[in-house]
């Protein structure tokens, strides 16, 4: 186990070495942030110079590479462009609300999407199945700042029970959460109704049943457990598509997170904000789907990680 989890640490370190460098090249190409920040006016050719020199921004981009990662390792992304701030102070700031709608979104997902994936399992062929595959086919379907909006209209705008944006408490948390995790559900829903269809026809629950097992016994301890392994790669999978999610759906509820801060920065040609956010998102990414991997074992004892014995 100790061999696996430092090969795997080892492989993060090459991951987010390479997901700086693409950071680094790509938001380059966005534009030149002097050129952001001096869009009133005419500046002189003088006054270009000393900010581009201030910035750091004339020296070679291998320098200036350097100076990223060193900095990087430090959790030193620099300062905002446009506040003077520090950056990972500007992430801190905001990664609580957005790690209270991930949390949020996920919960409403699990919920949700284990007993409709469950019903559908062992109500198989009847209208219960039915329900349950179209409620896994619509929440596929729907685009999530779509879904968003939708909801938006009908509980804050026509029946006035919802806040319709921001971040005003825990009932705030609610459409911004259902819309992330209607999404997520239809994802795991399916998984989890056909990890259950082929442990459901295992001959250790025949024997199970056989025993005199009461079958919600059978279902939830014997043929849960074992469907458990997929989803649960799947949930650390989908993570990355929640971060891309939640990026969208701040800016549709204008909720105060990090997504929110990505997208301002891009708009100012922040660089160190914007390497700064997408450098931390990427790094919960890898450390969530390690710890994904490392919960195989526990879920599943059969699973030894690493050739371990």
């Known amino acids: 186990m100790a061999r696996y989890i430092i090969l795997r640490l080892f492989h993060t370190v090459i991951v987010l070495v390479g997901i700086s460098l693409i950071v680094f090249i790509t938001v380059r190409l966005t534009g030149n942030p002097v050129a952001a920040m001096l869009h009133s006016g005419t500046p002189s050719k003088q006054a270009i110079a000393q900010l581009t020199a201030a910035l750091g921004l004339n020296k070679p981009l291998l320098v200036q590479y350097y100076i990223f990662l060193k900095g990087a390792v430090m959790l030193n992304f620099g ?11 500007m992430i801190m700031s905001r990664m609580g ?6 949390v949020g979104g996920i919960i409403v997902g699990l919920v949700l999407a284990f007993p409709v994936g469950i019903a559908s399992a062992l109500w198989r062929g009847t209208f219960i199945d039915l329900f349950g595959r179209s409620f896994a086919l619509l929440g596929i379907s729907f685009p999530n700042y779509w879904l968003g ?35 997520l559900a239809g994802i795991l829903a399916r998984l989890v109704r056909s990890s259950m269809l082929d442990v459901l026809q295992a001959q ?29 790669t799947m949930v650390g999978l989908q993570f990355g598509g929640l971060l891309g999610g939640i990026v969208i759906l701040e800016q ?24 700064g956010v997408v450098l931390f998102l990427a790094f919960l990414m890898v450390m969530v789907n390690l710890l994904t991997d490392l919960s195989y074992a526990f879920v599943d004892p059969r699973v030894r990680l690493g050739g371990d014995r």
Not at 79 to 89: I, L
Not at 204 to 218: F, I, S
């Open 204 to 232: 250790y629950l025949t024997t199970a049943h056989a025993k005199g097992l009461r079958w919600w016994r059978v279902t939830m301890f014997h043929a849960l457990r074992n469907a458990l392994l997929p989803t649960i």
């Open 97 to 102: 609300a957005t790690a209270e709608l991930a």
């Open 252 to 275: 549709v509820f204008a909720w105060p997170g990090v997504g929110q801060l990505v997208i301002q920065a891009i708009n100012q040609r922040d660089y160190p904000v914007v390497q």
């Open 149 to 183: 909006t939708m909801l938006i209209l009908i509980f804050s705008v026509w029946l006035h029970v919802l806040p319709v944006a921001g971040n005003s408490g825990f009932i705030s948390l609610i459409l911004p959460s259902v819309t992330l995790g209607l999404i």
């Open 79 to 89: 300062t905002s462009y446009a506040t003077g701030q520090p950056v990972m102070q």
